[in-house]
T-cell receptor, first 114, second 110 residues
């Protein structure tokens, strides 16, 4: 149980385009999901917390207009990187808060912006 | 001072060794304690979760929490090459705010 999927697992896009990443909780409902960014050999950096049906809460320094988060249902949250640039290239990981007050992580999405 | 401190390693041990991974924290209000394992280019995987002082065992893994010392540990017995990964501790008060350690890189040498 407590499986979280992410799609796509990797994506390459041209600079200036937008990319959408989906995060789904497959076997449980998640009122809260989290989006993280991780650079090589570094720890997780929380970008935002999304609650189903309401606006996401962004961490300081994260541009909400650039990283659009939508949590439209109890099993789906999406992160859209708008007008992507090479510096947005990173490993993006979502997680969903389960009933046991912990987080279950997706497998991550590797974004490369050319 | 960071909320959670974790030695980044790297830690290298021979197969079969007992591994000890540790985190310290500064705020006594933390109530929930977790350990995650992350393989390279993968999302973290929950290994252990506890909310009280003492030990919790699951197979070769034992999580230990000492609230009086603000210290948590993860022990891995009979370590295997497949245990080679980065291990993250995570702590939480109530609510949604989680605090992660920076992760300890572990290599188990066959």
């Amino acid at each position: 149980g407590a499986v979280v999927s992410q799609h796509p697992s990797w994506v390459i896009c041209k600079s200036g385009t937008s990319v959408k990443i989906e995060c789904r909780s497959l076997d449980f409902q998640a009122t809260t999901m989290f989006w993280y960014r991780q650079f090589p050999k570094q720890s997780l950096m929380l970008m935002a917390t999304s609650n189903e049906g309401s606006k996401a809460t962004y961490e300081q320094g994260v541009e909400k207009d650039k990283f659009l988060i939508n949590h439209a249902s109890l099993t789906l949250s999406t992160l859209t990187v708008t007008s992507a640039h090479p510096e947005d290239s990173s490993f993006y990981i979502c997680s969903a808060r389960g009933l046991e007050y912990t987080q279950y992580f997706g497998p991550g999405t590797r974004l490369t912006v050319l | 001072q960071k909320e959670v401190e974790q030695d980044p390693g790297p830690l290298s041990v021979p197969e079969g060794a007992i591994v000890s991974l540790n985190c310290t924290y500064s705020n006594s209000a933390f109530q929930y304690f977790m350990w995650y394992r992350q393989y390279s280019r993968k999302g973290p995987e929950l290994l252990m979760y506890t909310y009280s002082s003492g030990n919790k065992e699951d197979g070769r893994f034992t999580a230990q929490v000492d609230k009086s010392s603000k210290y948590i540990s993860l022990f891995i017995r009979d370590s295997q090459p497949s245990d080679s990964a980065t291990y993250l501790c995570a702590l939480r008060f109530t609510g949604n705010q989680f605090y992660f350690g920076t992760g300890t890189s572990l290599t188990v040498i066959p």
